[in-house]
């Protein structure tokens, strides 16, 4: 249901005038640097990047359903408790999201896109951590993407708002630091042009970077090390057939018939966009970098019980190629922090693919419990996946520092106070992929 545009235009006076109760110009953007790749030996260079995702929600662009009638803090618990259940999540484990009170008197999810902003600052700033290069996951403006006008905002300054005045600070982190970004589902909610809008902006605003939808980069911060392989899952998906989700009282999936009817305009256009898999398939096939991290808005599994049905379909059109020439699947869309392996029996049935690390990190701004009753369900039912860790309920990001065939991944956290202080949540150590390749059994 589409908001009508004077709803759109009071919610920033609400945001703006109940400010104190919350609990939380344009530069062209730098030409790509022609970067020499590094393939597997013994010279290396070490490089960080960060992996943030779902960034986009502000709270001066919510819709007026989110804020209409207004809700007092027990009528807001009440409907996030309803929600739960509607969602098959184990009654017990209920706990509210961080919630924030606008001016009219009404509650609200609070945003954590200025906490993660800032915790992230202050994690690369403090000179802990490498922080050479950023990627953004997708769904970067909510609700609806870019509208051309049709909720009566200006799409340059809500450009500005979401992706300028958060981030461009971050250029000060090096002379080559980019942004790298990748287009989500409500990215493209309100047509083709909307998203197309946000691409240009993107390819021509410093530090961020687009090369189209569909585009392969070598930063050059990462001295060759590695290379970025931007994929747009939401298009990708609208050209085959999903089935809707459906969860039993217990958790475990539900057999579905309905299936889902992607926006017209999303829908593969383009010869690129009809061969995605193939490109990347190619794309992957002649890198000549150490690390190949293919980057997309939907994850490959997830475990809060949503989106199970579009990570069925992604699997069956990705695992070919990832498990076979990828070292790493990075994506948000569900807001929340995971790691998970993916075996590749599927796959590669040889026995030859070691298994895929996956990241979802998607918890830039939103926060979505983890459903974990759907969780036992599904590692009872698919023995190829391994949850290594997982957290819902929490705002964050993470972070990969690499040395040669060595990562480092690292989970990061912000309280929901909105103090912007980066809590180190989870870290754990892989090797890449293809540095341990074995032979076919």
């Known amino acids: 249901m589409k908001t009508s545009r004077a709803g759109r235009t009071i919610v920033a006076a609400l945001v703006l005038a109940g400010a104190a109760c919350s609990t939380s110009s344009r530069a062209p953007a730098p030409a790509s640097t022609a970067v020499a790749v590094t393939t597997s030996g013994p010279a290396s260079q070490p490089w960080g990047m960060l992996l943030l995702g779902d960034h986009g929600y502000d709270l001066r662009y919510l819709e007026s359903k989110d804020y209409e009638p207004p809700l007092t803090r027990d009528q807001f618990v009440a409907k996030e408790r309803a929600e739960w259940l509607e ?40 000179g802990s951590v490498r922080c050479d290069f950023a990627v953004m996951l997708g769904d970067n403006v909510y609700p609806d993407g870019a509208t051309l006008g049709q909720d009566g905002h200006d799409d340059a300054l809500r450009f500005d708002r979401l992706f300028r005045e958060p981030f461009a600070s971050w250029s000060r982190l090096g002379p ?25 902006y993107l390819a021509r605003t410093a530090p961020f970077y687009m090369d189209g939808l569909v585009y392969r980069v070598v930063p050059p911060a990462a001295h060759g090390e590695v290379e970025l392989f931007v994929i747009d899952t939401t298009v990708l998906l609208a050209g085959e057939t999903v089935l809707e989700d459906a969860l039993a009282d217990d ?56 989106k199970y049905e ?15 020439q990828a070292d790493l ?24 693919a070691l298994p895929l690390p996956a990241v979802v990190s998607g918890a830039a701004s939103k926060q979505r419990a983890l459903n974990t009753a759907f969780m036992t369900h599904q590692a009872r039912k698919y023995p190829q996946l391994r949850t290594e860790w997982a957290r819902g309920l929490v705002w964050g990001y993470a972070h990969l520092a690499v040395s040669g065939d060595a990562a480092t991944l690292s989970f990061v956290t912000t309280p929901d106070a909105g103090s912007g202080q980066p809590v180190e949540a989870y870290v754990t150590r892989f090797t890449r992929r293809s540095a341990g390749a074995r032979a076919p059994q």
Not at 93 to 104: D, G, K, Q, V
Not at 176 to 200: E, K, P
Not at 278 to 301: C, I, T, Y
Not at 333 to 343: N, P, S, V
Request: charged share 25%.
């Open 329 to 352: 699947y990075v994506s948000g869309h569900d807001h929340t922090l995971e790691l998970q392996y993916d075996d590749c029996r599927d796959a590669v049935p040889d026995g030859s």
């Open 176 to 200: 080559d630091f980019r942004i790298y970004v990748a287009l989500g589902n409500h990215d493209w909610n309100t047509s083709r042009a909307g998203a197309l809008a946000q691409v240009d």
């Open 310 to 324: 579009q990570a069925r379909v992604l699997r069956r059109l990705l695992l070919p190629v990832l498990c076979r």
């Open 87 to 126: 969602d098959k999540r184990p009654p017990a484990e209920f706990r509210p999201p961080a919630a924030t009170r606008l001016a009219n008197g009404g509650w609200v999810p609070a945003s954590g896109l200025v906490p993660v902003a800032a915790a992230m600052t202050r994690q690369c700033t403090a």
């Open 251 to 306: 958790g475990s999936e539900l057999p579905s018939h309905e299936v889902e009817q992607p926006d017209g305009w999303t829908r593969p256009a383009t010869e690129l966009e009809r061969g995605m898999v193939a490109w990347l398939e190619r794309a992957l096939s002649d890198s000549r970098a150490r690390w190949k991290v293919v980057v997309g808005h939907h994850p490959l599994w997830s475990s809060a019980g949503s």
